[in-house]
């Protein structure tokens, strides 16, 4: 078996891995229940939600494109159909690249008004990969007992593509996308699409304050947590912002604050598709 590196979704998911088809057979899919009707799978990409019911199947998120067969067998464990729904949470490859083959498959894709432009920009008018649904600031998604409630974040992860995060009711748990990274270390804002530090920020408070102790927590990616876990992505996140905030007082150029490696203090393990120097770049540019 093929073992990537633990950040490495992300490196593939922007271009910087080229996985070839026997690294996707490779890969370890694993299936946990964390509710009654709620699964997550997880593979390689974003963290994939599972609700399934007397209504069907339905996802939030896909991963990527030459997963879809490996995915959809782990799905037919709980469930025989194809999910009569995908949401994505945001436009990113590792979270749509499945889109195309679930709707070839009879599934209607749902997102936020702005992952359909990029989606579009990208595949083209008429495409497959395209949401059939779209929204603006929220929806609700009444199926298999369950009440989801998606809620749109400005400015947080990213924005053009309108970062969604889905609460479902009667599992008590909530699927954050990549507005949460649990992997240990700070995570990626995509400034160029609009993401910034104080975005994620506030979308991390607004989330703590709709959930309560027994609220299961589905990262974009990492493992499955709670809310105590989520509090302390907070605290870094807020620190990591002071520590930034001082490194750049007196109009300190970005090549300054870079060189002085401020986030050392940290003492955080990056990965190599996100080192140091690139979270510190990023984190400037946000709070410039």
């Known amino acids: 078996m093929i073992k990537l590196a633990r950040n490495s979704f992300a490196a593939i998911a922007f271009g910087l891995i080229n996985t070839s088809n026997a690294q996707a057979d490779a890969i370890e899919f694993k299936l946990q229940e964390v509710a009654k009707g709620l699964h997550v799978l997880f593979g390689q990409g974003g963290n994939i939600a599972i609700s399934s019911g007397s209504d069907g199947i339905y996802i939030v998120d896909d991963q990527f494109a030459k997963l879809s067969e490996q995915i959809k067998a782990k799905i037919k464990t709980i469930q025989p159909n194809a999910p009569e729904f995908v949401i994505n949470t945001h436009h990113h490859g590792d979270h749509t690249g499945g889109n195309e083959n679930f709707a070839q498959a009879g599934s209607h894709v749902i997102a936020h008004h702005n992952v359909y432009k990029r989606l579009e920009q990208k595949h083209g008018d008429g495409s497959d990969y395209l949401p059939t649904l779209t929204f603006g600031s929220d929806m609700k998604l009444h199926f298999n007992q369950e009440h989801a409630h998606l809620w749109h974040y400005h400015h947080a992860h990213t924005d053009g593509d309108g970062d969604a995060v889905i609460f479902f009711d009667r599992a008590n748990a909530v699927h954050m996308g990549d507005i949460y990274f649990n992997l240990g270390s700070l995570p990626f804002v995509d400034v160029d699409s609009g993401g910034s530090l104080d975005g994620v920020i506030k979308a991390v408070q607004n989330v703590i304050k709709k959930i309560d102790d027994k609220t299961t927590v589905i990262p974009g990616h990492g493992p499955v947590t709670d809310k105590q876990n ?33 986030l050392q203090v940290l003492n955080l393990n990056y990965a190599n598709w996100l080192p140091e120097e690139r979270v510190t770049t990023l984190f400037y540019r946000s709070l410039k």
Do not use: C, R, W
Request: hydrophobic share 50%.
């Open 230 to 262: 989520l509090q302390g992505y907070l605290a870094l996140l807020q620190k990591a912002k002071t520590i930034m905030l001082d490194a750049m007082k007196n109009n300190t150029s970005l090549e300054e604050v870079v060189a002085a490696h401020p």
